[in-house]
């Protein structure tokens, strides 16, 4: 499944297309989770995440330490559990789930950009992460404001990142 973005061109108010599809599917935080599990709260999701009967969610905070967690769910676990409502589990090992996250994409690098969009957070919050060594550039990457600014992010990093911010 692709998405495609359209960004808002300050300047002109014209909708402009990303020349292509987005390849990933975005992470769902908390209130993408209530909005696609109806009735169900945010202290519901939590406990899901933590009981494990929603297998696959990250914590993508800045600071993994914070009281206030910054959880990102895979979108094909929100999807198992609501055909299973918690009978079955996915039981995938981390390159499926790997698999699942980089549907296929074939880079060494992604942009700041599409990984803002895949992770559904901030500029800001990708920025932090990079500050904070949590992400690594890729070679002859920096960020900058403005066009063209956005980071490359070594895909590397990226998923060894995920993976010690699983929440489980």
């Not at 769902?28 to 909005?35: E, N, P, V």
């Not at 676990?77 to 918690?86: D, M, P, R, S």
Request: proline share 6%; aromatic share 6%; net charge positive.
């Amino acid at each position: 499944m692709t998405a495609t973005a359209t960004i808002q061109a300050s300047s002109t108010g014209n909708n402009l297309q990303r020349a292509k599809p987005f390849p990933f599917r975005p992470m769902l935080s908390i209130s993408g989770a209530r909005s696609s599990l109806p009735g169900l709260g945010e202290d519901e999701i939590i406990r899901l995440i933590d009981t494990g009967d929603l297998e696959v969610a990250f914590n993508i905070g800045a600071d993994e330490h914070a009281r206030a967690r910054e959880v990102r769910i895979l979108p094909a676990c929100i999807e198992h559990y609501q055909a299973n409502v918690g009978k079955t589990f996915l039981n995938w090992e981390w390159p499926r789930i790997a698999q699942e996250i980089l549907n296929g994409y074939g880079l060494d690098w992604i942009s700041g950009v599409d990984l803002r969009l895949l992770l559904n957070c901030s500029t800001e919050s990708i920025g932090r992460l990079i500050q904070r060594n949590q992400l690594a550039l890729a070679p002859g990457s920096s960020c900058r404001p403005g066009p063209k600014g956005s980071p490359r992010i070594m895909v590397a990093s990226f998923l060894e990142f995920l993976k010690k911010r699983r929440a489980l």
